[in-house]
């Protein structure tokens, strides 16, 4: 069972317009939120979280809206760079701590 | 301060054959998981390991699979016996806490099974 869902598989955008990247979780006991950003044959690297203490995040060019009664997150960046085309992953800590559950991620594209 | 160390970034083995996958954490991090990643999916979680210990092996199959995590040295996952199912990417990370801020990931290796 996915707990953490990411229905686009893969997104383009021109340099300079925004990127949305969306994210639904099917857990109400999910209280924080990460996402990360993955290149070809490297590791996924953390990109930027929340908590869901908080409706929104932000951080330079990339921020996180998180609507707990829709159970759903998204990223924004905004204004795209080419540089940002990877494979965005949204995740969840489990409830006891152990793991985090994964989204099958989005492939962002930016086109110059 | 070095990142999550994993090696070898690329391994290829024979169906039957034994793959050891190494991980060294970051410095003063003593929580290490494990997930793999098959072609267009996902990353799944495997095992969760502190020294010495297995805390979680959920995500792990029953046979053929193992982890550890020595006082000395890094955290290994051993794959006996390995079928053409098993090739995928297998990723580690280290936090130096259990898991609800963020964890750092390695590079991976990728296992490929002829």
């Known amino acids: 069972d996915q707990q953490v869902k990411q229905n686009s598989p893969s997104l383009s955008v021109q340099e300079g317009r925004i990127s949305i990247l969306n994210c639904d979780y099917t857990?109400?006991?999910?209280?924080?939120f990460l996402w990360y950003k993955k290149y070809p044959a490297e590791g996924p690297t953390f990109l930027i979280s929340?908590?869901?203490?908080?409706d929104k995040n932000e951080d330079g060019r990339f921020t996180v809206f998180l609507n707990k009664s829709a159970k759903h997150l998204s990223l924004h960046i905004v204004p795209s760079q080419p540089g940002d085309s990877a494979v965005y992953f949204c995740?969840?800590?489990?409830?006891?701590?152990?793991?985090?559950?994964f989204g099958t991620g989005t492939s962002l594209t930016v086109i110059p | 301060n070095a990142g999550v160390m994993q090696n070898p970034r690329h391994l290829v083995r024979r169906r039957g054959q034994e793959a050891r996958l190494r991980c060294s954490p970051m410095k003063g991090h003593s929580h290490v998981y494990w997930y793999r990643q098959l072609p267009e999916e996902g990353l799944k979680f495997m095992v969760y390991l502190q020294k010495e210990n297995i805390i979680d092996e959920s995500g792990m199959p029953k046979e053929r699979f193992s982890a550890e995590f020595p006082k000395e040295g890094p955290s290994i996952l051993r794959i006996q016996q390995v079928v053409r199912g098993d090739s995928a990417a297998y990723f580690c990370?280290?936090?130096?806490?259990?898991?609800?801020?963020?964890?750092?990931f390695g590079q991976g290796t990728r296992l490929t099974v002829v």
């Open positions: 990370a280290s936090s130096p806490a259990q898991v609800g801020t963020e964890a750092f």
């Open positions: 857990n109400s006991m999910f209280d924080y």
């Open positions: 929340i908590s869901s203490i908080k």
């Open positions: 995740a969840a800590p489990s409830n006891t701590g152990n793991q985090f559950y």
